[in-house]
T-cell receptor, first 117, second 114 residues
């Protein structure tokens, strides 16, 4: 299957700072990338959907000014957590899809553990 | 909003036992995926079922998609400690603004004791 990487794998930051997480599709062009958030022992919650070259679509309840998403190329999407606070601490996972059909597989990254002190 | 109810949330069994995890919805999905996730890692796709009534087998794992494409089950035969992990079902949405998105169930934390 296709490979999706995330960087960094872990990040610890101080409250009030911004953190950028990168999601890359290494061997395919991702027309769509998805960002999820996961709390311990819980399921994945979709935060937003991004298509290359257009604005991200955020799920209800997700602050777009807080979680900035950029999908500048077909292999890279970034999630920036602005003015991070301890409640933003979580496991953030991206996925990428290279197809245009609803059944097209999403390939998941390994996740980024964010801890805000 | 499409919802996927997954049960049970927690399952603790002894090695060699069988188990079944269920995912149910009132909505129709274009396909349904099952994932397994280890702590600190991303989910890994186990199988995708697309056709109503479809049954797929992966060694000791059997996956079934309901005839109406609203529900699915994962059955593990003779569970082993290596099967321990978080199992997630996810339905692919085919219509409207949810096109291409996955709706995840709540997850099942499986622990298999030696």
């Amino acid at each position: 299957g296709a490979v999706v990487s995330q960087h960094p794998s872990r990040v610890i930051c101080k409250s009030g700072t911004s953190v950028k997480i990168e999601c890359r599709s290494l061997d395919f062009q991702a027309t769509t990338m998805f960002w999820y958030r996961q709390f311990p022992k819980k399921s994945l919650m979709l935060m937003a959907t991004s298509n290359e070259g257009s604005k991200a679509t955020y799920e209800q309840g997700v602050e777009k000014d807080k979680f900035l998403i950029n999908h500048a190329s077909l292999t890279l999407s970034t999630l920036t957590v602005t003015s991070a606070h301890p409640e933003d601490s979580s496991f953030y996972i991206c996925s990428a899809s290279g197809g245009l059909r609803a059944n097209d597989e999403q390939f998941f990254g390994p996740g980024t553990r964010l801890t805000v002190l | 909003t499409q919802l996927l109810e997954q049960s049970p949330q927690f399952l603790s069994i002894q090695e060699g036992e069988n188990l079944t995890v269920y995912c149910n919805s009132s909505s129709v999905f274009s396909s349904l995926q099952w994932y397994r996730q280890e702590p600190g890692e991303g989910p890994v796709l186990l199988v995708t079922v697309v056709t109503g009534g479809e049954v797929k087998k992966l060694k000791r794992l059997t996956f079934q998609f309901g005839d109406a494409r609203k529900d699915s089950s994962l059955h593990i035969t003779a569970a082993q400690p290596g099967d321990t992990g978080l199992y997630l079902c996810a339905g692919a949405n085919a219509g409207g603004t949810s096109y291409g998105k996955l709706t995840f169930g709540q997850g099942t934390i499986l622990t298999v004791h030696p």
